[in-house]
């Protein structure tokens, strides 16, 4: 029998490309998607859809209990930058969502949790080239103190209760198929739609801004391959540091100019997602992942921004046509 997988936050960036892959593997009955909003999109449109207060926990023990889900992968975060705006709530959607799906499975309600962390995590006194997976975290965002305190609650949960959860670290993610969502590596969505559309760009970034970044085709990968391994193998319960590619604000304009000559990058002075940007690391030492459970990431700078290019112009042809 196929298993049943509730998505929460199946909206989003990685929700809305998670969703369709896993009803591709597991089937469209067998994927449950939820969001506390309903587009118009194929994720409701081609299958089943609930809303659901991720908040909320009668709510989503409920509809644990309605469909019989095994697996939960819960993407309900208010990401970096829009989290600074407003952290009260930040904090309580990030952690106490999280809560709940942990509390479910320590009642043996769900088999098994999918939860990012992200490169949030660390701080200015982490080391800034190839990051390892164990090192000072002091993160200095809402955003990234919810997900270290996070990785401390699902690793307390698996070793106290036995709840199977697992996680890995994303750096920023870069997808054609759903818009920016907040987050300080958001530029590097937004360039290219503004590229298309206007042939130049304003950044909030400075130049020389090197982050880690990952398309997100790698990323539906890294979640279900984690989570299709084998139990033994996932030595690390907190989060895995997972990595890609790393480049900075003129690095992917200069790749842009490639295939649009006539595009143009400015940037923006004293934003605050600079303060953001510089308390994270350049790049990240992904080994432990590469070992463990044989993370492989397929996409580097030349290749997303050939593919993020293609899709968008045709995103926005198809758009014109309607």
Not at 24 to 45: R, T, W
Request: hydrophobic share 40%; aromatic share 12%.
């Amino acid at each position: 029998m196929n298993k049943k997988i509730l998505v929460i936050g199946a909206c989003g960036q990685i929700g809305t490309e998670l969703t369709l892959r896993l009803r591709q593997i597991y089937g469209v009955e067998n994927v449950i998607a939820s969001d506390i909003v309903k587009p118009d999109n194929d994720v409701v449109n081609q299958g089943c859809f609930e809303i659901i207060d991720a908040l909320n926990f009668d709510q989503v023990e409920y509809f644990v209990e309605k469909y019989s889900i095994d697996e939960v992968y819960l993407l309900s975060a208010l990401l970096s930058a829009s989290a600074e705006k407003a952290y009260a709530f930040a904090w309580d959607l990030n952690m106490n969502s999280l809560f709940h799906v942990l509390n479910l499975a320590k009642e043996k309600k769900i088999k098994k949790i999918f939860w990012p962390s992200s490169i949030a995590v660390f701080g200015n006194n982490t080391p800034r080239e190839k990051t390892p997976q164990y090192t000072v975290m002091e993160p200095s965002t809402v955003y990234g103190i919810s997900k270290q305190t996070g990785e401390r609650w699902c690793e307390y949960y698996h070793k106290t209760f036995g709840v199977d959860v697992r996680s890995v670290r994303y750096p920023g993610i870069i997808s054609w198929s759903a818009p920016p969502g907040g987050g300080t590596t958001d530029y590097a969505v937004d360039i290219f739609h503004s590229a298309l559309k206007e042939q130049k760009y304003h950044c909030f970034l400075s130049p020389q801004t090197k982050l880690p970044m990952m398309y997100i085709d790698d990323a539906i990968d890294a979640a279900i391959d984690i989570m299709d391994a084998p139990g033994d193998l996932i030595k690390i319960r907190s989060s895995y540091n997972l990595s890609a590619m790393s480049f900075s604000p003129h690095e992917i304009a200069s790749e842009i100019k490639k295939h649009i000559p006539e595009f143009e990058i400015t940037y923006k002075e004293n934003d605050f997602r600079q303060t953001i940007a510089d308390s994270w690391p350049d790049s990240i030492d992904d080994n432990n992942a590469r070992t463990d459970w044989n993370w492989k990431n397929k996409f580097d700078l030349q290749d997303m921004t050939s593919i993020m290019l293609e899709k968008l112009e045709e995103t926005i042809q198809n758009q014109i046509l309607l």
